[in-house]
């Protein structure tokens, strides 16, 4: 077959083929009766293996050992190239990232569009500090996007970084909550906890709706974080996540105070909770800590449970609640 054919059935142009013929990559091995080159069933089968290697990203060079060296590995090279590409999708990812946070800053001017991209990049500094200063001090006082945050707040693992980029985000314009509520679906726990600490900092009542939702979360450590800051807002709904957290001994002196600060709000049924807990516990140390957290009780709320409980059979969670009962009654004494 000769090279027109060749090219018209295999969709290599002409010129590739002949840039192909010389390379050596593929030449035609046979003749016509006038002498012109001719391709072969086996040279066509050839072209096609270039083809198909060339769609997976190789070099000629590369498609030349492959096809040539018997001792060829592919695996190693198919490693190789899917490391670089991965790369390239990252580059081109950064690129997009960019791209859309210059748009979402709707600027007038490329001056603008210049001071976001510098923006961008010292958000995606190597050294900490440089990130936290472009957090706190933009570039002529522009101000990051609140697409830009949510993404960086959600990839920071630096903590100080991190409380700068949520300070930041707090006190935005933009849909700051919904940017960062898809973090809580993240396969990465890291993501999942780094996005529910931006969101108990945003205020308003789409992120306490985003909050009720991480409540029932499967990631324990979000639940935990819900819980304190729905409790700091009023929501009743956090005090069975708040009780399980005295229970369990994380953040638990936290959990009883705002277990307290609902209670006097006015939420029912909370020394009720505690002590259902601590009749279901037959562990000390965890029935001492519900005792202390009914302690946290406004006025003498608890008192009644309190004095039950100095009659307790086990002697550790008496004596503590007894001393407890002296610390309610002076504090009702002083009001």
Do not use: C
């Amino acid at each position: 077959m000769l090279i027109g054919e060749v090219a018209r059935r295999s969709g290599v142009s002409t010129r590739m083929l002949r840039h192909y013929d010389a390379l050596g990559l593929v030449r035609p091995t046979g003749r016509t009766v006038g002498g012109y080159r001719e391709y072969s069933d086996d040279d066509i089968r050839r072209i096609f293996h270039v083809e198909s290697l060339r769609s997976l990203g190789m070099s000629l060079r590369q498609i030349g050992r492959a096809l040539e060296d018997p001792a060829f590995v592919p695996s190693e090279l198919v490693g190789d190239l899917i490391r670089r590409t991965e790369d390239r999708l990252k580059r081109e990812q950064e690129l997009l990232d960019r791209l859309r946070a210059v748009d979402a800053s709707a600027p007038s001017a490329w001056e603008g569009a210049l001071r976001i991209v510098e923006l961008l990049r010292g958000l995606s500094s190597p050294g900490a500090a440089r990130r936290q200063q472009t957090v706190l001090a933009p570039a002529d006082d522009v101000p990051v996007p609140a697409e830009v945050l949510a993404r960086a707040v959600l990839a920071e693992s630096d903590p100080n970084v991190a409380g700068a980029l949520r300070w930041a985000l707090a006190r935005t314009d933009g849909d700051g909550v919904a940017n960062v509520a898809a973090g809580l679906r993240s396969e990465n726990a890291d993501i999942r906890r780094r996005a529910v600490l931006a969101i108990v900092e945003l205020p308003g009542d789409e992120a306490t709706a985003v909050l009720m939702d991480a409540l029932v979360s499967s990631d324990a450590v979000v639940r935990r974080h819900a819980a304190l800051a729905l409790g700091a807002r009023g929501v009743a709904e956090a005090v069975p996540t708040l009780v399980e957290m005295v229970v369990e001994g994380r953040n638990d002196v936290e959990a009883a105070e705002v277990l307290g600060a609902l209670a006097d709000g006015g939420v029912a049924g909370i020394v009720e909770a505690l002590a259902e807990a601590s009749a279901a516990n037959p562990d000390s140390s965890v029935r001492i800590r519900l005792t202390q957290a009914l302690a946290e009780m406004p006025g003498t709320l608890a008192q009644g449970e309190l004095r039950r409980l100095a009659g307790d059979g086990d002697r550790a969670v008496a004596l503590v609640a007894s001393a407890l009962v002296k610390v309610v009654e002076e504090r009702g004494e002083g009001r």
